[in-house]
Structures are given as C-alpha cells and as structure tokens.
C-alpha cells in the first residue's frame, strides 16, 4: 500500500515523502546504486511493470540492490500527527508509531472516537464513547428482568419478549377502555367488548358491533327495489345503476342517434318502436353528420401538412428504391418525379423541387435532371415578385465523413426575373402541370459519375436544394 496519509502537525520534509506516491514513506526502501528512497509497495508496483530503472533519475536499477532502511522508517514514524478521529472531536496529537498500528497499548487503544467491537460479541461495532450506553440499553446480549412476570431474559430475547408476556396489564386492542392482563384479552375481544367486530350477513365485511345496524344503509350488497318500480326483487344495491341502465323495461334512455342530434327520450320498450317510425329523419342525420366530419377530416390533413413542410430555405429529399424508379423512368418517357413542397422562410415563398432520373431534354437517357418551381403559396400577396434569390442544387456524397471527405455535386443559379414561371404563380395553378415545368439542370449528373463514391447508398440518393434569403427578409 502507498504511503502514509495521516494529518501531519508539519507538512512532513521532502527526503521523508515518497517520490511515487508524494506521501510519507511507508516502510522506505533504499536503491543502493543511486541513494533514492521510496514505499517499498510503491517501488514493487512501478518494477512490476517491466521497468527496471530508477523512477528518479532512469538509472538501471539492480533488483538484488534494493535494501530496506530502518532509520528513515524511524524518523518518520517519529513524526507527529493528529488521531484520525480528529475531525470527530479527538484532540491527541503524537508521534506517528503511538498509534495502535504500531504499539500494542497505542493511542487507538484509548481513544473515545475509535470504533471497537461489542465486548458481549453481539456483533455490533461502535466508538469507545458509545459503549457504555450500548452496554446499558441497546445490546442484545445483555441481561434484564421482566418487571411483570420476574422472568430473566437477553436483552435480545426480553425485547421479543415485551410484547407478549402474558402478566403484563394492557388496554383492549378495539379501544373500548378496558384494560386487564394479557392472557384474559382473547376472551374479552371475543365475547365481551362492545367494539369488537362482526361481519355483515349481505357483503360479508366486519365492522365494529354497535355500528353494524348503521351499514345496511350504505351495504353494495343490501337488496333495494327499483326506482322505476319495474318489479324486479332484491336488487343489490351496487347494481342498481346496471339494471336501470341495462335492464329495466321502466327506465328513460335517449335515442341511439343522440349523437347524431336526436333528441328523443323514452321507456327503454318504447325504444324499438321509436326507431322504427323515424328512420328516414335519422338518416338525414347520420348523413349530415358524416358530412361534418368529412369536412373536419380534411381541416385536419391540411394542417397536418403544413406543420410537416420545412420554413427554412432547405429541402433535403430522400429518394429511396432508386433502382426500381431509374427502371420506371426509362419505360416511361419524361417521367418526373416530385419532393415535398418548402418555404424558403416562415411566410416565405412556397417552392418544390423536381427530378427526372432518365434525364429530360439534352439530359435524357443519360443524365439526373433536377429543376426547381415556385407553387402558389400561402403568403404570395404579401411577397416581393419576381422571385430572385439565390437557388443551390445538391447531390449529397454519403461517404463516411471519417473515411473520406465527401464530394457533393453542387450548382448554383440566379433567377432569371423575366422568366414567366418566377412571376408569381396563379392560385389556381396546378403543381403537376407539365407547363410549370421549373428552372434547373437537365445534365446535372451523369449516370456513371452518380454510380461514383456513395451518391448512390443503401438504394437512396438525397438530393438537398437551399434558398440564400437575406437575414433581413427572414427577420
């Protein structure tokens, strides 16, 4: 182990402190060959790694050469520290080898902080100090007489004890203030004691006995009869509310078509005869219902698309089974695929993004085309027209960044602001017309190169397209 890291009165001298682990020396050992001292465990530790020179000054450093130095181990056993106990209250101070560890009478042997085993071998551990009054009232293995039948016990034993001595007076466990010993309370309680319990004949649940004619007037299991006078017998109180609803022929119940905005209410017999004659009325209903609810559902879906469409300029489009769609779009000439549509900023202009994976144009057959449209948008009245900001087309590079850096294929273009389809777009306009066919990159990438590094991974390509907008604008 290192060496000693007692609270020392002095701060001990640097040629008593270990070089290794920085603390007074424990058992110090001397390396003949360059006069160095350290711990003798602290020493072993460092040699076992395989390092035989000096930790000092590197020197080789001959095993056999290494001696133990009882003169220094005595001056610093000499040294004077403080009881470890003394930030619990112990005051000694001393010479380092008056403690216990190193004298058979030490300080340890004394000390009212140090923490020593129960002399009766009761197996607890405590300070000195504590003793006394663990030997009085706490130690199982003590010895102590029942004060009510004179029997000797372990303190262990007497406190197993105390709770059951038959001679002992005690109160009656139902509080009826009786009080009598022990061993008379099991007929008391039985027989006796106006408090003691007993179970109701309907629920089965024990109250106490000057109580047990109040319950019946709260009993689930008490037979009651039926509001509605329906003539059913000894009904269970907790099931009356099922049976006026379930089953009484006499109970009022509202329309099946409540809902609906029926607002019939009849005998639950009558209900029968009630749908019966209103049929068509509740068909008007359900259908004016359905019709609401149509309605709602495609409130819904509106908005539920909006909150999924990005405000921030940036689109990154996963198109995913590439090899099955590039296979499509070869059978199926000028086959355009759409991104989700986005907003260049928070009441921004709506804009989607198009590819043709066979090519378009002078891209066909050989070539990714990629192009972008304005949509007609949300905001469009409160926007500047023609649109003309900046527009970046990326094919994104999925190489491992750790690997390699990833090359993306990037185009950049200004909005040309004579050109028809960056005018603002009718509100009418179809995103799907063929003449809205937007501005972009017939020849973007060819079908070798995208086949090049990862453009093309796990059957996916992304294609990421971003807006340059002002911070003014977005402000």
Known sequence: MPGFDYKFLEKPKRRFQCPLCSKAMREPVQVSTCGHRFCDTC?????????????????????????????????????????????????????????????????????????????????????????????????????????????????EAYENHQGVCPQESVYCENKCGARMMRRLLSQHSMAECPKRTQPCKYCGKEFVFDTIQNHQYHCPRFPVQCPNQCGTPNIAREDLANHVKDNCGSALVLCPFKDAGCKHRCPKLAIGRHLEDTTKSHLTMMCNLVGRQRQEILELRREMEELSVSHDGVLIWKLSDYSRKLQEAKLRSNHEFFSPPFYTHRYGYKLQVSAFLNGNGSGEGSHLSVYIRVLPGEYDNLLEWPFSYKVTFSILDQSDPSLSKPQHITETFNPDPNWKNFQKPCSNRNSLDESTLGFGYPKFISHEEIKKRNYIRDNCIFIKASIEIPQKIMA
Not at 50 to 71: H, M, S
Not at 142 to 151: N, T
């Open 43 to 155: 020493l072993q530790e460092f040699l076992s790694e395989g390092v035989f020179k000096c930790p000092e000054d590197q020197l080789p450093l001959d095993y056999a050469k290494i001696y133990p130095d009882p003169e220094l181990e005595q001056q610093i056993l000499a040294l004077p520290i403080r009881c470890i106990h003394s930030e619990e209250g112990c005051r000694w101070t001393g010479q380092m080898k008056q403690l216990c560890c190193f004298l058979p009478l030490g300080h340890f042997s004394t000390c009212a902080f140090n923490v020593i085993p129960c002399p009766n071998r009761c197996s607890v551990k405590l300070t000195r100090r504590d003793l006394p009054d663990h030997l009085q009232h706490d130690c199982p293995k003590r010895k102590v007489k029942c004060e009510f039948c004179g029997s000797e016990f372990t303190g």
